[in-house]
T-cell receptor, first 112, second 119 residues
Framework: KQEVTQIPAALSVPEGENLVLNCSFTDSAIYNLQWFRQDPGKGLTSLLLIQSSQREQTSGRLNASLDKSSGRSTLYIAASQPGDSATYLC???????????FGTGTSLTVIP | DGGITQSPKYLFRKEGQNVTLSCEQN?????MYWYRQDPGQGLRLIYY???????QKGDIAEGYSVSREKKESFPLTVTSAQKNPTAFYLC??????????????????FGDGTRLSIL
């Protein structure tokens, strides 16, 4: 069974800092990987989706990379802002229409 | 605006009672999913459906039931057999077929969740 781990569990940084969130998975036979953001008491918002054939995806200040062979993905956030404070979740999928396996998330606090 | 609507936002269940959580999407998505979220744990899949009138069990299906009579609707019933139902329940949907050939590589969209508690 796929196991997804996110490190660190919590992170607190001053505003303006660049930061990296890590995600690792045990089974490298994935179809895609998706990064989500979750605000307290809310659902998940999709940030970036990386197909298994891709190495990275970018959206604004966010950049996600994927190294399938080593079972790792990173989410890079540039010039962090207080509005980035949330829990960030990564999830991997084995096949189309199948479930995502989720990590437990990294809780990010950006201090003004 | 297109999206996923979950209702109610908060739900309370009495002992021995079945309750149903609603999930409706107007995104014309093929696949729909129910996840359960508990503090300190990742989301865990309860049931999913790729097509109308068909669904599959996820990792924690015991004590739950679903139906998929319409493409846009995927209600979840928490039965009295589920002894620890207190959790945050999230519904998601996903487009499986794309004209660009991105089969299964569309982002998964989520509703705002239903928080279920025991009375």
């Amino acid at each position: 069974k796929q196991e997804v781990t996110q490190i660190p569990a919590a992170l607190s940084v001053p505003e303006g800092e660049n930061l990296v969130l890590n995600c690792s998975f045990t089974d490298s036979a994935i179809y895609n990987l998706q990064w989500f953001r979750q605000d307290p008491g809310k659902g998940l918002t999709s940030l970036l989706l990386i197909q298994s054939s891709q190495r990275e995806q970018t959206s604004g200040r966010l950049n996600a990379s994927l190294d399938k062979s080593s079972g790792r993905s990173t989410l890079y956030i540039a010039a962090s802002q207080p509005g980035d404070s949330a829990t960030y979740l990564c999830a991997v999928k084995k096949a189309p229409g199948n479930q995502f396996y989720f990590g437990t998330g990294t809780s990010l606090t950006v201090i003004p | 605006d297109g999206g996923i609507t979950q209702s109610p936002k908060y739900l309370f269940r009495k002992e021995g009672q079945n309750v149903t959580l609603s999930c409706e999407q107007n995104l014309n998505h093929d696949a729909m999913y129910w996840y359960r979220q508990d503090p300190g744990q990742g989301l865990r899949l309860i049931y999913y459906s790729q097509i109308v009138n068909d669904f599959q069990k996820g990792d924690i299906a015991e004590g739950y039931s679903v139906s998929r009579e319409k493409k846009e609707s995927f209600p979840l019933t928490v039965t009295s057999a589920q002894k620890n139902p207190t959790a945050f329940y999230l519904c998601a949907s996903e487009h499986l077929v794309s004209g660009t050939g991105l089969w299964g590589n569309q982002p998964q969209h989520f509703g705002d969740g239903t928080r279920l508690s025991i009375l």
